[in-house]
T-cell receptor, first 110, second 117 residues
Framework: QKEVEQDPGPLSVPEGAIVSLNCTYS??????FMWYRQYSRKGPELLMY????GNKEDGRFTAQVDKSSKYISLFIRDSQPSDSATFLCAMTFTGNQFYFGTGTSLTVIP | GAVVSQHPSWVICKSGTSVKIECRSLDFQATTMFWYRQFPKQSLMLMAT?????????EQGVEKDKFLINHASLTLSTLTVTSAHPEDSSFYICSARVREQGVNGLFFGSGTQLSVL
C-alpha cells in the first residue's frame, strides 16, 4: 500500500466551478500537510501548508485535514483557467522525509 | 514564501559530457536540500537528500558516481550528471526544507530540463 494515495484524474471543470481535490494516507504519524500546484515543466509551487487537523483558507483556496479519517482535501473556489495544472499533495512527520501523491491533473475550461 | 533558485532551466548536451545544475536558497539557509527527477506525467522521484557539510544520502537505485551532489554551503547545492547519456534525459528539480516559525515544508526550484543527445 502506498503511503499517500491521490486520484490522478484528469479532472475537467467549467470556469467558476468549485474544485475538490483529495488525498488519503496510511500513516497516522503524519503531522504536516502541503498542497502544491505544478505547471508543465515547472517546479511545484507551495499553495497551502497545514499542521495537524483543521481547516486553512487562503483566498480561493481552502485546505482541510481530517486526521481521524487520514484524509486531506484542497478546495478551489471560483476556478479560473489559470488554475489548470497538476496538484500534488505532500506530507511529512518531522520534515526529514516527504511523501507525495501522484498528482491530479486539472483543466478549467473557459 | 521562501525562494529557491535553480539554474539552468534547460540544457542540451552531447552524450558523454557532464552537466552541473545549481540550486540556491535565496532568502533562507537550507541545511537540507532534496533532488528529484520527474518523468512526463509522473510524480516526483526522490534521488537524494543533500545535507550541508556532509555526504548526500542516495535513494536505492540511484548511482552515486553518476549523480554527484555537493552541498558546500547553507545556500547552495549542486547536482552534477557525469558522463551523461540519453537515458539521463529528464526533468530535475531541487527543493529546500524550511523549518522556521512553525513551518516545516518544502520549497522547490523551477526545475531543469536535461536533454542528452
Amino acid at each position: 500500500q502506498k503511503e499517500v494515495e491521490q486520484d490522478p484524474g484528469p479532472l475537467s471543470v467549467p470556469e467558476g466551478a468549485i474544485v475538490s481535490l483529495n488525498c488519503t494516507y496510511s500513516n497516522s504519524a503524519f503531522q504536516y500537510f502541503m498542497w502544491y500546484r505544478q505547471y508543465s515543466r515547472k517546479g511545484p509551487e507551495l499553495l497551502m501548508y497545514t499542521y495537524s487537523s483543521g481547516n486553512k483558507e487562503d483566498g480561493r483556496f481552502t485546505a482541510q485535514v481530517d486526521k481521524s479519517s487520514k484524509y486531506i482535501s484542497l478546495f478551489i473556489r471560483d476556478s479560473q483557467p489559470s488554475d489548470s495544472a497538476t496538484f500534488l499533495c505532500a506530507m511529512t512527520f518531522t520534515g526529514n522525509q516527504f511523501y507525495f501523491g501522484t498528482g491530479t491533473s486539472l483543466t478549467v475550461i473557459p | 514564501g521562501a525562494v529557491v533558485s535553480q539554474h539552468p532551466s534547460w540544457v542540451i548536451c552531447k552524450s558523454g559530457t557532464s552537466v552541473k545544475i545549481e540550486c540556491r536558497s535565496l532568502d533562507f539557509q537550507a541545511t537540507t536540500m532534496f533532488w528529484y527527477r520527474q518523468f512526463p506525467k509522473q510524480s516526483l522521484m526522490l534521488m537524494a537528500t543533500s545535507n550541508e557539510g556532509s555526504k548526500a544520502t542516495y535513494e536505492q537505485g540511484v548511482e552515486k558516481d553518476k549523480f554527484l551532489i555537493n552541498h558546500a554551503s547553507l545556500t547552495l547545492s549542486t547536482l552534477t550528471v557525469t558522463s551523461a547519456h540519453p537515458e539521463d534525459s529528464s526533468f530535475y528539480i531541487c527543493s529546500a526544507r524550511v523549518r522556521e516559525q512553525g513551518v516545516n515544508g518544502l520549497f522547490f526550484g523551477s526545475g531543469t530540463q536535461l536533454s542528452v543527445l
